[in-house]
């Protein structure tokens, strides 16, 4: 789409459709001028399995069920893969490499562009993964983010209790359009 950085989840730059970083300077410029706050999309457990070096800091993280099975992913941010269950792949995010990769990406377009916060999709998502808490690792990828960034707001998706304290701002979750709590969760 005509988003200003790429939608492939796990790489975060800027397109060539709204001018590059040019136009995304161009972009941030004239929404700031308008008082809006910008606040890019990342995700924070799920990435394209096509970014390069996917199986350095996203392969040996793949989520788990509590059996030890690897998790298939539906996550899209525009559903145009929505049922490729082979395209994405969601990562834990106990697992360091994981969350290292994403501060950076994160960080880097801080520096670059200055937006005022970051929204990190599907953050309640749970799996009782036998390879790494899936909520500890939330919380240390929100502490890594805030160490990189001091002050950035980051906001998180679909409220539950278990991250309430974690990354207190939510956009509520939905399926079909019906809001969606997400205090049960994915896998017992």
């Given at each position: ?19 590059g ?44 069920g ?10 899209d ?43 990190l ?68």
């Amino acid at each position: 789409g005509g988003a200003p950085w790429r939608r492939w989840s796990g790489r975060y730059d800027t397109h060539a459709r709204p001018g590059g970083a040019a136009g995304v300077h161009r972009l941030l410029g004239g929404t700031r001028q308008l008082g809006v706050h910008v606040m890019p999309r990342c995700g924070a457990n799920v990435a394209s399995r096509d970014v390069p070096g996917f199986e350095r800091w996203g392969e040996p993280g793949l989520l788990r069920g509590p059996s030890g099975l690897i998790t298939a992913d539906s996550v899209d941010g525009d559903a145009s893969r929505h049922y490729d269950h082979g395209s994405g792949a969601l990562i834990n995010p106990a697992y360091k490499p994981w969350r290292a990769h994403l501060v950076e990406q994160i960080a880097s377009l801080h520096d670059k562009f200055g937006f005022d916060a970051t929204f990190l999709d599907i953050s309640a998502m749970h799996s009782n993964d036998p390879n790494g808490d899936t909520t500890n690792g939330l919380r240390f990828l929100i502490d890594e983010l805030h160490a990189a960034m001091p002050g950035h707001l980051i906001a998180g998706e679909a409220w539950c209790d278990t991250i309430g304290a974690i990354v207190p701002p939510v956009q509520p979750g939905h399926r079909t359009t019906i809001p969606l709590s997400h205090d049960i969760p994915d896998h017992d």
